[in-house]
């Protein structure tokens, strides 16, 4: 398997990632052909479509494990499902499969870039493949949803003080708030005391949830995180 | 990249294969796991989705072989498009996706076997992954389809012989019939004499074109199918 290209997202850690594509829509990414495959001649004809699929390979720390059965955390993360029931990272071959948004591409000194929007991936993922997305045979507005239940709608109230949410630019606002409202934390907790910290954007993001109220009281550089021992840092079951 | 599973289907060749998965959705597929797999734990869950994902290993000839452009069939074969813009198998990782109707589940002593509908791959083809198919994540209605336009219409009139029609199960004639109006020769062909045979459930279907009819004038077994010299068994390009 050969990596193509990688992307580029406002995630350096798992925690926060939106557990689909497309969950949150502001998310933007960038994609970044290989040398060997920067080609502009190999995207001719990709802008006439509005999505594409990324084949893209699970984190390190997923390879070589898989068990039959994983825990959603959708089902709260105490049900157990069949792997190939789920989009669990946890499989026989480590490839996730992501539709996006195409946003634009531009033709720079290192190839093609792909803008893209909605990507449930890690900064850096390093990606297999990309295909059109062909609606004809790709979307089943038909499907049934066996257990994954639509999650789109915004789970918890955020509370982003203005003078911390200005650490962030502008048109990343929207994005940072969509993710915190879907509830990065894993299903299981529920401590109003507890301190998470969750990287975006070259920041960290510092929070606490009681009940349905996610407050943030604290914005600093994501380099510093590691030295507070007071804020947990859960890695998110996918 | 271990398989996991092998798909069967009426395809021995490639030839006649529609170009996308749910084109014909009458055509059937059975999905047995490899040993290592067979754990009907593993599959616990699946049936409550619809549409199922499956990646897939393009075949070997296709392997080790990439062009930064490819001639997709329905451009008429002879204008180029960048491979990442098509779903061509001739691309740097030979990894096919199809999403394919998950019709039951049965569990046998070789382990669950997986009966789907409208799948685009070859007797036997390797399976890397199966994903349930996420409507929320995965169906966009927005979606445009570059030059990808729909092609779901019957092509061609097809004049299949009552008799000659018999020769397939009463269950696999719609399928058939299908197959052969999406019109399964290469775009660039358009000649009345040329004889055509399509593999099709262990028989050799055989064929000609002439405007938009083609008419069955011969069903023989498949294993006769290499010694009339006078058919043409085009492989199809992707």
Redesign the interface.
């Known amino acids: 398997?050969?990596i193509?290209a990688h992307i580029e997202t406002d995630f350096p850690e798992k925690f926060g990632i939106p557990r689909?594509?497309?969950?949150v829509e502001e998310l933007q990414g960038k994609i970044t052909f290989e040398p060997e495959?920067r080609?502009p001649?190999?995207?001719?004809?990709?802008d006439?479509?509005?999505?594409?699929?990324l084949?893209w390979q699970f984190d390190g720390a997923e390879k070589d494990r898989w068990s039959?059965?994983v825990k959603p955390p959708r089902l709260g993360g105490n049900q157990?499902?069949?792997?190939?029931?789920?989009?669990s990272p946890f499989?026989?071959?480590p490839?996730g499969?992501?539709?996006v948004r195409l946003e634009k591409i531009t033709f720079t000194e290192r190839g093609p870039v792909l803008y893209v929007r909605g990507a449930d991936l890690r900064d850096g993922t390093p990606i297999?493949?990309?295909?059109?997305?062909?609606?004809?045979?790709?979307?089943?507005?038909?499907?049934?949803?066996?257990?994954?239940h639509?999650?789109?709608g915004n789970r918890l109230d955020v509370i982003f003080p203005r003078e911390l949410l200005e650490e962030f630019p502008k048109e990343k606002r929207d994005a940072v708030i969509k993710v915190l409202r879907q509830d990065p934390r894993p299903s299981y907790h529920d401590d109003p005391e507890r301190k998470y910290g969750m990287a975006f954007d070259g920041k960290d993001i510092h929070f606490r949830v009681e009940g349905q109220k996610l407050t943030v009281f604290e914005v600093v550089p994501y380099e510093e995180v590691r030295k507070k021992n007071d804020i947990i840092f859960d890695k998110q079951p996918m």
């Open positions: 398997m050969k193509i689909q594509s497309g969950i495959y080609n001649e190999a995207v001719r004809g990709l006439g479509f509005s999505y594409i699929w084949l039959a059965t157990r499902m069949g792997v190939f029931a789920t989009r499989r026989p071959n490839i499969l992501s539709s297999y493949d990309i295909k059109p997305y062909l609606p004809y045979a790709d979307c089943h507005t038909d499907a049934s949803e066996g257990f994954a639509e999650i789109r």
